[in-house]
């Protein structure tokens, strides 16, 4: 059983406005899925409506075989759909290592009783959130910084602590909005590697949303346009970078630059 | 090892606190003894009131509400079946109620786990929806269990209170139970429960997005503290031993406000500080609403004069210092020791 996420027809409404229209999209085991689309297009929209922060209008969302539309978000993380956000969310007032044991507390076998006693497993169960917490942030390059606050890290070192972060879900899928965002040639290019190697080697599928085409282009398996919350194309890198409809979508935009760009790397 | 050496200071200065006490108790007044007890009792209700608005951010109003259920809780389960039949002198008490009497630490653990079971039911509504609703209802629910504990007579005696409770509450209730809670919160806030607890605090989309059911942590949290409030609210009933619906009114919720804002609102041990720090100084401030002779003038004294001075107290630590004595950090005994090393280190030079 390799698909993971299977969306059929996902729409979302925003008062009158429709934000999303239709959208259908299968990601796999091992797949790196890409989902592009200009400003406002309705990418975040979707992950969104994925993950349980906002109720789809129409539609449904199968995750493993189950259909998980419309489950609170909490309950489809614990499943195994781990994300980031576009607009940086970490705890911010709480040390990096903190924010990453966090995410491991669906995972705690320890009652809340055990917890205040510290009895029972819940001294195993600590030592073994915390030395998975130090592996995730040596893995993201944080390890000397986990005792910092969070807000005090850097702007590129904060999207790696929230990757770190979706990563102690232990997620099967892992959805991630705009991870490359303020990041460098260098940092991105460093990043599109750990994402494959991540991929492999957790055998896990991804989501991928980013404006970098470079980027985008060099990791997906396959890609997804959105424009105006329409869905335009869908293929392979190759195939969609000659879409005329993607091309004009874009128009405007420095797509044909970034494709450019790639052509040549 | 810093673990078991952690764990050994930690047993000496509380050997070292009950040692005090056992000094204070055979050789301190009687006024003395009743300040110290009134400490404990602050720092129990600072140290869980500052879990649920300080360490979970939810911003709730219902200390002195809970401190009134569980006052009457516990009271309603240690007078004696006698002593019912006395003061229930307009309608008789509800059976089986008027025959039950218990211990008095069986009635601690019935208040708190009552006023637990009122801060479920009040979380139900407030929690399943977003916003900052619990402030207004924890609020309202104050002026509403007045209004119950009047009418309801054959449960609660009305407005006539209830009379003759023993004073069980002493100095080894009173700490006990306050090293107790401290040991209890500080348990909690450094499991995986308190962290979620941070986390909902700090982003709680974030939270929700790594799994954490925000609903089930902060209502976890809310009974936690209700629970302590509540069997503070028992000592306080068999300290004073007279108990009436009005007694509890929201100044003891102002006091708490003033002692977490200024301990550092999340920080465990600035509420243990600012509640020391605030219940002493306001009996030591009682002669400011006493008459005295001030160099040949006659002072006449202002009643309320130390809620005033308490009131701007806050207002300046809210304007000048926001973050108060502690900020969000904790005492450590690796951060103690250092700082005393440092100290030495200059001396030495
Ligand atoms: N909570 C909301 N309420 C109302 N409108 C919204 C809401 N969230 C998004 N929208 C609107 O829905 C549309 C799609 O927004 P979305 O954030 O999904 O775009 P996007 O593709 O992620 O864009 P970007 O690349 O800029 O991040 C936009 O027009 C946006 O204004
Ligand atoms: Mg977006």
Same mark, same amino acid.
């Given at each position: 059983m390799d698909l993971l996420l299977d969306i059929n027809g996902l729409s979302v409404f925003f008062g009158g406005v429709q934000a999303l229209n239709k959208l259908s999209l299968q990601i796999r085991k091992g797949e790196i899925i890409g989902l592009i689309g200009p400003n406002g297009a309705g990418k975040t929209t979707a992950f969104n409506a994925i993950t349980g922060r906002i109720h789809p209008s129409e539609g449904s969302v199968f995750f493993c075989g189950k259909e998980i539309t419309g489950w609170p978000a909490p309950r489809i993380a614990r499943n195994g759909i781990a994300r980031t956000f576009q607009n940086i969310k970490l705890y911010e007032d709480l040390s990096v290592i903190e924010n990453v044991m966090i995410a491991a507390h669906s995972s705690i076998s320890y009652s809340f009783i055990e917890a205040i006693l510290g009895v029972g497993r819940y001294s195993r169960d600590e030592a073994r959130i915390k030395s998975r917490a130090y592996e995730l942030l040596e893995l993201m390059n944080l390890g000397e910084l986990a005792s910092e606050q969070a807000n005090s890290l850097p702007y590129g070192s904060q999207r790696k602590l929230e990757i770190a972060r979706a990563l102690a879900l232990n997620p099967r899928l892992l959805l991630l909005d705009e991870p490359v965002a303020g990041m460098n040639p260098t940092e991105t290019r460093e990043f599109g590697q750990f994402l494959l190697t991540l991929r492999d080697n957790l055998s896990i599928g991804v989501g991928l949303i980013d404006h970098d085409m470079s980027f985008v282009m060099e990791v997906c398996d396959m890609i997804r346009v959105i424009d105006h919350g329409i869905p335009i194309a869908w293929g392979t890198p190759s195939v969609v970078r000659n879409d005329p409809k993607v091309i004009s979508a874009y128009l405007g935009t420095d797509f044909n630059g970034a494709m450019d760009n790639h052509a040549t790397n | 090892m810093a673990v078991s050496r952690d764990r050994l200071l930690t047993v000496f200065s509380l050997f070292i606190l009950f040692s005090f006490l056992a000094y204070a108790d055979s050789n301190f007044s009687h006024y003395t003894l009743r300040i110290l007890q009134n400490i404990a009792i602050f720092i129990t209700l600072a140290v869980s009131y500052n879990l649920i608005n300080g360490i979970a951010g939810q911003f709730s109003l219902g200390p002195n509400a809970f401190l009134a259920v569980g006052a009457y809780a516990s009271a309603i389960f240690t007078l004696s079946p006698e002593e019912k039949l006395r003061s229930f002198i307009i309608e008789p008490m509800l059976w089986p109620l008027s025959v039950i009497s218990v211990p008095f630490a069986a009635s601690l653990l019935i208040a708190g786990i009552v006023t637990a079971l009122v801060a479920i039911l009040m979380a139900m509504p407030v929690f399943r929806v977003r916003g900052d609703y619990l402030a207004i209802v924890s609020l309202g629910f104050g002026e509403v269990f007045q209004v119950l504990a009047n009418n309801s007579m054959s449960i609660t005696n009305g407005s006539l209170g209830l009379k003759g409770l023993? #004073?069980? @509450?002493? *100095? $080894? $209730?009173?700490?006990?139970?306050?090293?107790?809670? /401290? +040991?209890?919160?500080?348990?909690?806030?450094?499991?995986?429960?308190?962290?979620?607890?941070?986390?909902?605090?700090?982003?709680?989309?974030?939270?929700?997005?790594?799994?954490?059911?925000?609903?089930?942590? !902060?209502?976890?949290?809310?009974?936690?503290?209700?629970?302590?409030?509540?069997?503070?609210?028992?000592?306080?009933?068999?300290? &004073?031993?007279? =108990?009436?619906?009005?007694?509890? @009114?929201?100044?003891? @919720? +102002?006091? *708490?406000?003033?002692?977490?804002?200024?301990?550092?609102?999340?920080?465990?041990?600035?509420?243990?500080?600012?509640? /020391?720090?605030?219940?002493?100084?306001?009996?030591?401030?009682?002669?400011?609403?006493? #008459?005295?002779?001030? +160099?040949?003038?006659?002072?006449?004294? &202002? #009643?309320?004069?130390? %809620?005033?001075?308490?009131?701007?107290?806050?207002?300046?630590?809210?304007?000048?210092?926001?973050?108060? =004595? %502690?900020?969000?950090?904790? +005492?450590? $005994?690796?951060?103690?020791?250092? $700082? &005393? !090393?440092?100290?030495?280190?200059?001396? !030495?030079?």
């Open positions: - | 023993q #004073p069980y @509450t002493n *100095l $080894w $209730w009173s700490w006990g139970i306050c090293v107790f809670t /401290v +040991f209890c919160t500080l348990r909690l806030v450094n499991s995986s429960y308190g962290r979620a607890m941070k986390a909902v605090r700090e982003d709680e989309t974030a939270a929700e997005a790594m799994g954490i059911n925000a609903f089930r942590i !902060k209502t976890l949290a809310f009974a936690f503290s209700a629970f302590f409030q509540g069997v503070a609210g028992g000592l306080l009933a068999h300290l &004073i031993t007279t =108990i009436s619906p009005s007694l509890f @009114t929201f100044m003891f @919720t +102002f006091n *708490l406000l003033i002692i977490i804002v200024i301990g550092g609102l999340g920080s465990t041990t600035g509420s243990i500080i600012a509640a /020391v720090l605030i219940t002493w100084g306001g009996e030591a401030l009682r002669f400011f609403e006493e #008459p005295a002779n001030l +160099f040949g003038f006659q002072y006449e004294g &202002i #009643p309320g004069m130390r %809620m005033v001075l308490f009131s701007v107290i806050l207002i300046l630590v809210m304007l000048f210092a926001r973050s108060g =004595i %502690m900020g969000r950090s904790e +005492f450590s $005994w690796e951060g103690a020791l250092g $700082w &005393i !090393k440092n100290k030495l280190s200059v001396m !030495k030079v």
